[in-house]
């Protein structure tokens, strides 16, 4: 046998192992369905040098030891925002009805944070507004002005951001501002980064990638910090879908527009966003910002009851998707939802699937054209059970549909960062607020129902007619979302 031969057999041997070892790691690896280790499994015995490169890059949850022991050392360093001075969260808990406190209680499991009362909100009519009254603030702030975003862009609403935040910081104003290391990469390589710095705000990179061939060792660089958090003297919030960026966002023009929805807060529950910004800002920038959750809230008015969400993969796993199926499970009269992004895993579509079965009115809303074609496909893979069960679809047409809503009877909305994809339970920082307020609610649904105006329904007769081709197209992205 010749040397070649010799080292070809070793090799061959190495790679064995290495596949079994993975398959065994897939099969060992905690907190994963069992969908996601057949299709893993699947990948790699069909095609064994894709599947092994593609697990490795990809197939763990893994932000990178060091990231999480930063981040849990910052939880253990901050102060619990229940201990703020002016926060009553007793008070909160008892004005909330009892059909709906098992969600704030579920709610508070996820970060610790108690529901809140004394919150007042307005959700702004649109991208320009959005971008326009968050400016007013920042103009207006008189401490301190906190921003994070997943995507920001250096188009004119990008730059107008920038200005109010160097307006504000050269008064005396103190500003942070962090980006998203891949979401955000264009400003934060702009010209327009720097002069922040320069003008005294302080900015942070979130998740940042280094070295993308050695990205892979540290922690898997697709782990993103999706979050869009403004904080402004501990007292005013914005949650919603909206990114830093006009609604054209030129970087994929062809699905404009992007059509978003915030509210505007006020309250007790600017400070648990407060405490994710904090968490976030801390991990990336050596700052103790424990003596800003420590400053005593100012005196309320009254208001509803609301609460943060924030997930992510330091964050229990599966928190946000089993948020989002007790939601639907208590759902009695009518469940409407907007989302652009659909991947559920079985027991979010079970879970939609029987709200319809039992009576109540169950609506979604996605969009007719999807930026991404793999989860476009893979969502209308979900399409003929969701009917056949009496959910009813509709695909907006007016743009790329971008909100991320749900409304349930009237009474209770979830707002926020957070799609229902396997990204946003798995992998993505996300930041949603709960609330319980009929009168905010009733705003949320006319937002909703504004939507359904420009879109159309989706009939089971519509989907029967694909063809064999499109059915399979759809059906095999969907079999792999488990590894997407």
């Given at each position: ?9 070793l ?7 290495l ?8 099969l ?14 699947v ?5 064994p ?5 593609s ?5 763990e ?5 060091s990231?999480v022991?930063?981040?849990?050392k ?5 102060p ?5 001075p ?22 508070r499991t996820v970060n610790?944070f ?5 919150n ?14 968050m ?7 008189q401490?301190?002005?906190h921003?994070?975003f997943?995507?920001?862009l250096?188009?004119h609403?990008?730059?107008?951001m ?11 104003v103190?500003?942070r501002?962090?980006?998203d290391?891949?979401g955000?990469?264009a ?8 002069s ?7 900015i ?8 993308p061939?050695?990205?892979?060792l ?8 999706h979050?869009k958090i ?18 054209e ?33 801390m991990?990336?920038v ?23 969400i ?7 796993t599966?928190?946000?998707?089993e ?11 009518e ?9 559920p895993?079985e ?9 319809a079965?039992?009576?109540v009115?169950?609506?979604i809303i ?10 476009g496909?893979?969502s209308?893979?979900?399409?003929q059970?969701?009917?056949a069960a ?23 909305t979830?707002i926020?960062?957070a799609?229902m ?7 993505n ?5 709960l ?12 937002r909703?129902?504004?939507?359904l ?5 989706v009939?089971?007769?519509e989907?029967?007619?694909?063809s064999?081709?499109r ?14």
């Open positions: 046998m010749t040397d070649h031969e010799v080292f070809t057999l090799a061959m041997g190495v790679y064995i192992v596949h079994i070892l993975v398959i065994i790691r897939i060992l690896r905690p907190h994963r369905e069992p969908a996601s280790r057949v299709a893993w499994i990948v790699m015995v069909v095609v040098g894709v599947g092994l490169i697990y490795l890059l990809l197939g949850t893994n932000i990178g030891r990231r022991a930063r981040v849990h910052v939880l253990g360093t901050l619990h925002v229940a201990d703020t002016g926060i009553d969260s007793e008070t909160a808990k008892a004005s909330i009805p009892e059909d709906y406190r098992h969600l704030f209680h579920l709610g610790g108690h529901p809140v009362g004394g007042r909100a307005h959700l702004l009519k649109d991208s320009n507004a959005t971008i326009d009254s400016i007013a603030d920042i103009d207006a702030a401490e301190h002005v921003l994070t997943y995507i920001w250096t188009d609403n990008g730059l107008k920038a200005e109010a935040l160097k307006r504000a910081a050269r008064r005396g103190t500003c501002a962090m980006a290391a891949l955000s990469r400003m934060i390589e702009s010209k327009h980064w720097k922040m710095a320069e003008a005294g705000v302080r942070a990179v979130a998740l940042p990638i280094g070295n061939l050695l990205r892979p540290k922690g898997r660089f697709d782990l993103r910090n979050r403004l904080v402004i003297d501990n007292w005013i919030t914005y949650c919603g879908s909206q990114n830093c960026a006009d609604p966002f030129r970087v994929k023009a062809k699905f404009a527009p992007w059509v978003d929805a915030m509210m505007r807060f006020e309250g007790p529950v600017a400070r648990q966003n407060q405490h994710l910004f904090a968490t976030d800002w991990a990336q050596d700052e103790d910002l424990g003596d800003v959750i420590r400053e005593p809230l100012r005196a309320g008015e009254p208001g509803f009851t609301a609460q943060v924030g997930t992510g993969p330091t964050v229990r599966s928190a946000m998707p948020f989002f199926e007790t939601l639907i499970y208590s759902a009695r009269r469940l409407c939802i907007s989302t652009p992004y659909y991947v895993d027991a979010m579509q079970s879970a939609l699937c029987a709200c079965r039992r009576g009115k169950t609506t996605f969009p007719a054209r999807n930026d991404s074609w793999i989860v496909a893979a209308r893979s979900y399409y059970d969701l009917l009496g959910v009813e679809i509709h695909e907006y047409e007016g743009g790329l549909l971008h909100t991320k809503s749900l409304t349930l009877d009237g009474n209770v979830l926020g960062s799609n994809d396997r990204r946003s339970f798995e992998l920082y996300e930041n949603n607020i609330l319980c307020d009929p009168k905010m609610t009733v705003a949320m649904r006319e909703q129902e504004s939507y105006e420009s879109s159309h329904p009939t089971a007769e989907v029967s007619a694909w064999i081709r059915r399979l197209w759809n059906n095999t992205i969907a079999m792999l979302g488990p590894v997407l």
